[in-house]
């Protein structure tokens, strides 16, 4: 039996976290080996469990690190004060006009 998304993007979040180079974050389009895509390839923004991986746990963790590395400029969504994403869409919104 395959991983599940939580298990895959839990994984993911630790790797992340454990981050201290700002390449692994900089978005060059969909499907770039960054972070964000390959989250984006694991939740799918129509499943409600999803959504609230994203916005709860990864996402959280995600603008937090772009911020701590001066990046906050690639910060695409409302977020809170603790960085927890209120929006999801600009998550998946890529510069290049992809999503």
């Known amino acids: 039996m395959p991983p599940s998304v939580q298990t895959n993007i839990s ?8 981050s201290s180079t700002t390449g ?3 978005i060059t ?3 770039d080996n960054s972070y964000r895509s390959q ?3 694991l939740l799918d923004s129509g499943v409600n469990s999803d959504v609230e991986l994203l ?3 990864f996402g959280r963790e995600y603008y937090k690190k772009l ?3 001066g990046l906050s400029h690639l910060i695409t969504d409302t977020v809170d004060a603790g960085f927890r994403p209120v929006t ?6 890529f510069g290049d006009g992809s999503y």
């Open 39 to 41: 989250a984006t390839g």
């Open 55 to 57: 916005k709860n746990h």
């Open 88 to 93: 999801i869409t600009g998550f998946y919104f």
């Open 24 to 26: 692994d974050f900089d």
């Open 29 to 31: 389009g969909a499907g």
């Open 67 to 69: 911020d701590q590395f």
């Open 11 to 18: 994984l993911l979040q630790s790797n992340m976290h454990a």
